[in-house]
Nanobody
Framework: QVQLVESGGGLVQAGGSLRLSCAAS????????MGWFRQAPGKEREFVAA????????YYTDSVKGRFTITRGNAKNTVYLQMNSLKPEDTAVYYC?????????????????WGQGTQVTVSS
């Protein structure tokens, strides 16, 4: 049984930083991409960032480029999202995803496994 557990969410003022973590367990993950999505109240879940299995290729949605950084742990079963210069519009539940083999990395339907999410709230 694959399990993804996110942590690191919380309340922060605009301009502040948070670091999200996601740990995967249950099988070998070194060959799979990992990613982050987010869902604000009343909105659809949207792509934030993704990283290849090797950790050498990364993708970001335009609104977070230059502010967020996705990295992968040495054991490849952990992914991080460093979020700097946070804005109120970044407020959402952030979800970790594993294995984008079903399609394009920026689509929710492409990912096989999902975490339960962690709340990020940015106050103005």
């Amino acid at each position: 049984q694959v399990q993804l557990v996110e942590s690191g969410g919380g309340l922060v003022q605009a301009g502040g930083s948070l670091r999200l973590s996601c740990a995967a367990s249950g099988r070998t993950f070194s060959s799979y991409a990992m990613g982050w999505f987010r869902q604000a109240p009343g909105k659809e879940r949207e792509f934030v960032a993704a990283i290849s299995w090797s950790g050498t290729i990364t993708y970001y949605t335009d609104s977070v480029k230059g502010r967020f950084t996705i990295t992968r742990g040495n054991a490849k079963n952990t992914v991080y999202l460093q979020m700097n210069s946070l804005k109120p519009e970044d407020t959402a539940v952030y979800y970790c995803a594993l294995d984008s083999s079903r399609g394009s990395y920026n689509r929710t339907t492409s990912w096989v496994y999902w975490g339960q999410g962690t709340q990020v709230t940015v106050s103005s």
